[in-house]
């Protein structure tokens, strides 16, 4: 599909954070500056709004390799891998040898091949114009259809 704005990618990024849950897992997949983080941003704002919190600073976690947040009964880890080169730094980084249960919003996520449950991969390219993405979605678990509702 194509998103045609930012505010286009925000009516569709509520559509995904309402249906998010502990236990999800969405990777994020394309090239440098096209919308990762500002999706991210989206996704856990528009969940901060929809529990009547107060929205928060979202920042890219290329240094950090993860930022998490709280918003009430979920806890959202937002992890940049594009740094980590090795799968040994993976398994270091313990991104899924815990069983707790919490969402996973993964950037840059090609080094991971743990097969997931609920796992919902958008893949971002850039349009003819300067706002414009290309979207492809690939859901699993209780994302397999969800292409068809966006
Ligand atoms: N429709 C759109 N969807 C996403 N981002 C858009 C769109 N239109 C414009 N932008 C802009 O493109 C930029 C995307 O930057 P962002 O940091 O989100 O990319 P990224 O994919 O996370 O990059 P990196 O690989 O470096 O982490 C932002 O400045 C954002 O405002
Ligand atoms: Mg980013």
Redesign the pocket.
Known sequence: MI????E??NKISKKISQKLENGDCIF?I????????????HLINNMQSQKGLKRTEVL?P?FNLLYEYEIEDLKIMHY?L?RIKKPKELIHLGIFSENEKTIKIV??PDLIKTPLTNKLEIH?EYGKN????KMKIYGLGKWKDFENEI
């Open positions: 998103v045609k704005s930012l286009h990618l994020l394309g090239e440098i500056g096209v919308g990762k983080t500002t999706l991210t941003r890219s290329t940049d594009y950037e840059w971002l300067d706002n414009e993405r």
